[in-house]
């Protein structure tokens, strides 16, 4: 405002609404800076020097007359501050008018703004809403921009939660991930449900024999191999509603909801034996293994409770193997059963 | 409700009266030990079995655990980015009362689904305030009368508040501001970092 003869009533206008602008000469020097941009001067008052060695024109690339800039009136203009902190800037040029109403004939007003570099320009100029009209939306800008940095850091802490629990629910899953059937935490999860339910079932414990000799002569890719159709055959040889369950290691167990006829439990287990022993070509080698089955029913003990039954299928797949490699057993109550023919 | 309002309460309880406290809070009204997901939404019935499991627990009136909260929200160091986007409202207290007709407009620019009740300033006479909030949840007067007076604090304005009661769903407080300066109050600056 010291050169009052060039901003009279319109310099105060612009002032108010654009507190950003700056109101240059004919030979480019700044004649009158609005109060916002007169903070933004890390080379001390700006009015007196020229406009292009504090601002830096980076586009449009035009030679640094004033003629030349008039002619990007109305263009945008990207400029940066040539000293520290190098703030970026966008611009408007208006020409003035030539009947010195508004300013300097020859002259320019420019408009500038922070464009995207707002945020840190107004910590590095320590700028309040004050500086900016009350129709600027920069307040709202730096609003949005906590606001959205405060719920998107809420939604990543959720999302790294979620992560966790993920993991974890994994860990808790219940398929065994290298044969797909179910684990054993699932086995005790349906032995439960079916002790309750109080329904008859029938188990089946199955080791599968010399599959140790194919993993110590073939290696456990072979050895996996063997697993992963083992478990694929006792799937297709048992009923939906029934859970094959890979319990660790080559034993599996057979939670058969319902079947409780000897002679269909004992047809599952010869079916079972010979698909096993079918001989799995794995690397151009064929693997070779057989199974042990001990079977129980849970209506042949007096307290039929999952525990009881899996001891009872335990100890008949004890016999089982006993009786040699290759055959199943089934549980009766006080008696050592006869190995059932192959 | 929205899980930021839910986080709050939870917060609240478990920053003024111990995690063991908030366990007990929660267990009696059958929500997540485990505190709420800001970012989730939940039943709004949750939130009001957790208030009344609050209340029985802390044997206070619920219109204080409301305001509690109100001014909680404003004055605890680890809402500092609560506060300041409520700074962003006004450069001073009169300022900020007006911006609270906004308030609804500005929660949902940063969360989308956080939908806060209506709040709307009646001015009766110079420095004579009312804020009314409507159709909302029971009690939100409540939590506004103590938000005001932390915000008020935080302007280092001398103000009155009185919740005049409500009727059909909406709240009435009343204001009076003594004086805008009375104190120097607590700093903003627009460019600050937090978190």
Redesign the interface.
């Known amino acids: 405002m010291k050169r009052a003869g060039f901003t009279p009533a319109g310099g105060r206008v612009l002032d108010a609404l654009c507190p950003m602008h700056a109101l240059i000469d004919s030979t480019g020097h700044i004649r009158h800076a609005g109060p916002t941009l007169d903070k933004v001067r890390p080379g001390g008052q700006l009015a007196g020097q020229r406009f292009l060695e504090v601002f830096e024109l980076r586009r449009p690339r035009i030679a640094g007359t004033m003629a030349s800039l008039r002619d990007a009136a109305g263009t945008k203009l990207h400029l940066r501050l040539r000293a520290r902190p190098h703030t970026a800037l966008k611009g408007l040029l208006v020409p003035l008018p030539d009947d010195a109403s508004l300013g300097p004939p020859g002259g320019a007003v420019i408009n500038l703004s922070f464009g995207i570099s707002v ?6 100029f ?5 500086d900016f009209a009350a129709t600027d939306l920069t ?1 709202e800008m ?3 921009v ?6 998107m ?3 990543r ?2 999302n790294l ?1 979620l992560q966790g629990a993920m993991i974890a629910a994994e860990e808790q899953a219940f398929t065994d991930t290298l044969t797909g059937v179910k684990n054993r935490r699932a086995m005790d999860h349906v032995l439960r449900r079916l002790a309750a339910a109080g329904t008859p079932f029938a188990l089946m414990q199955l080791d599968l024999d010399f599959f140790k000799a194919v993993n110590d002569r073939l290696g456990h890719a072979a050895g996996d191999h063997v697993l992963q159709r083992a478990a694929r055959v006792m799937v297709d040889e048992t009923r939906a509603c029934d859970t094959v369950v890979r319990a660790g290691g080559d034993e599996f167990v057979l939670i058969l909801d319902g079947l409780t006829d000897t002679d269909r439990l004992s047809g599952m287990a010869d079916r079972l034996i010979a698909e096993l022993e079918r001989p799995v070509r794995f690397d151009g080698q064929d693997c070779r293994i057989s199974a042990s089955i001990g079977i129980a029913r849970s209506i042949d003990l007096v307290s039929p409770d999952p525990e009881a039954v899996m001891h009872a299928a335990d100890m008949a797949l004890y016999a089982a193997k006993g009786a040699g490699r290759g055959r199943h057993r089934l549980f009766v109550e006080g008696t050592t059963p006869p190995a059932a023919p192959r | 409700m929205h899980g ?1 309002i839910n986080k709050a309460i939870e917060r609240f309880l478990r920053e003024t009266y111990g995690d063991a406290c908030w366990q007990d809070i929660a267990r009696a009204a059958g929500t997540p030990e485990a505190g709420f ?4 939404v939940y039943d709004a019935a949750d939130t009001f079995r957790l208030l009344d499991a609050a209340q029985a627990q802390l044997d206070k009136p619920r219109a204080q655990i409301l305001e509690d909260i109100g001014t909680f929200l404003v004055s605890h160091p680890g809402l500092e ?2 506060r ?2 409520l700074r ?1 409202g006004g ?1 001073d207290f009169v300022e900020f009362l007006h911006s609270l007709d906004d308030l609804p407009e ?1 929660a949902r ?3 989308p689904d956080l939908d806060l009740p209506r709040i709307e300033l009646r001015e009766h006479a110079a420095n004579h305030y009312s804020v009314i909030s409507e159709h909302g949840w029971p009690g939100f007067g409540r939590v506004i009368v103590g938000l005001l007076r932390a915000i008020a604090d935080d302007y280092g304005a001398l103000v009155l508040l009185d919740h005049k009661g409500g009727r059909e769903g909406t709240e009435v407080v009343e204001v009076r501001l003594l004086e805008q300066a009375f104190a120097k109050g607590r700093a903003f ?7």
Do not use: N, Q
Not at chain 1, 119 to 124: K, L, S, Y
Not at chain 1, 126 to 130: D, N
Not at chain 1, 146 to 151: L, N, Q, T, V
């Open positions: 945020v840190d320009a107004v910590r590095d320590a700028l309040t809403s004050a307040v730096l609003y949005l906590e606001a959205k940095s405060a719920a850091d809420a939604s802490r959720l939660r | 930021l997901e800001c970012m989730l980015s609560l300041r986007l962003f450069d500005r620019l940063a969360v600056h627009l460019g600050a970092r937090t978190g």
